[in-house]
T-cell receptor, first 107, second 115 residues
Framework: KNEVEQSPQNLTAQEGEFITINCSYSVGISALHWLQQHPGGGIVSLFM???GKKKHGRLIATINIQEKHSSLHITASHPRDSAVYICAVSTGNQFYFGTGTSLTVIP | NAGVTQTPKFRILKIGQSMTLQCTQDMNHNYMYWYRQDPGMGLKLIYYSVGAGITDKGEVPNGYNVSRSTTEDFPLRLELAAPSQTSVYFC??????????????FGQGTRLTVV
């Protein structure tokens, strides 16, 4: 069993839809990260959080420490949001990664 | 501010060849990591380093070696390339300690094919 589980694995949405990606983890963490990976591209950090909620433009990340669960929301989705979204947790010296959610937003 | 720089971006190796993947960061981060990313799998840790002169194995170290002679550089060495090492490799760095110091910064990745 992976330390970090994401759902769904794949997601297709129409432009403008509200999108939610979920992440559950099973280890004690110092922080949770949401990362974005475009096809053929590198990985960039979207959020790092250890409690509550953070917002960047149309992206919102929430975390519930007691339930060991986080969600990434995208409001008014756009085709340029198409990417793989990866949930990761940091604990001590290491990071553990989910397998990613592949999002495709259709115009 | 360059962040984490990885070279090369692409490489094709023949079985048994060796190569070094270069990684440099200019953020004075203590921690550096090498990961591999295989289709449908999460990133797997190969090796990591908590500072110059200190390295340790991750989850999948076999077939790889690393060194950390300076804070900035963390090269990954493949000695005898095998098809199982075909993957995308990412170097990353972070500050030491817990939140809020553990934001990870990633290189652009190296796509390696062993034939």
């Amino acid at each position: 069993k992976n330390e970090v589980e994401q759902s769904p694995q794949n997601l297709t949405a129409q432009e403008g839809e509200f999108i939610t990606i979920n992440c559950s983890y099973s280890v004690g963490i110092s922080a949770l990260h949401w990362l974005q990976q475009h096809p053929g591209g590198g990985i960039v950090s979207l959020f790092m959080l250890s409690s509550g909620k953070k917002k960047h433009g149309r992206l919102i990340a929430t975390i519930n420490i007691q339930e060991k669960h986080s969600s990434l929301h995208i409001t008014a989705s756009h085709p340029r949001d198409s990417a793989v979204y990866i949930c990761a947790v940091s604990t001590g010296n290491q990071f553990y990664f989910g397998t990613g959610t592949s999002l495709t937003v259709i115009p | 501010n360059a962040g984490v720089t990885q070279t090369p971006k692409f490489r094709i190796l023949k079985i048994g060849q060796s190569m070094t993947l270069q990684c440099t960061q200019d953020m004075n981060h203590n921690y550096m990591y090498w990961y591999r990313q295989d289709p449908g799998m999460g990133l797997k840790l190969i090796y990591y380093s908590v500072g110059a002169g200190i390295t340790d194995k991750g989850e999948v170290p076999n077939g790889y070696n690393v060194s950390r002679s300076t804070t900035e550089d963390f090269p990954l060495r493949l000695e005898l390339a095998a098809p199982s090492q075909t993957s995308v490799y990412f170097c990353a760095s972070s500050y030491s300690g817990g939140y809020p110091n553990t934001e990870a910064f990633f290189g652009q990745g190296t796509r390696l094919t062993v034939v």
